[in-house]
Structure formats: structure tokens, C-alpha cells
């Protein structure tokens, strides 16, 4: 649960590698989580906030 964002809860995924001969490696995609303010957040999040102040 730590590599989630505390918002929106958005977290990693499974994403899969192909190889120059089709070999599939699966490989997990990680949320672009920065820490503001003492929590986890997104970059969408955070965009979202901002575009609300703003």
C-alpha cells in the first residue's frame, strides 16, 4: 500500500516487455508519487490541485 496515491489511489500496474524476438517480461509501471506536505500524491493530483488555486 505505500507506492499508492493517497488521493485518487492510483498505484502500480502490470505492464509487459517485448524483445527484438517477442519475448514477453512482465514488469510493473509505478505511479509518479512525490511527497507534499507529508503525503503521497500523484502528479496528476497535484496538477489538479494547482489548476484549482490557481
Known sequence: MSRTCEKCGKGPKKAVTRS????????????????INGKKLCTACIRTMVKKTA
Open 20 to 35: 527484438h524476438s517477442k519475448i514477453r517480461t512482465l514488469r510493473t509501471q509505478k505511479a509518479n508519487l512525490q511527497k
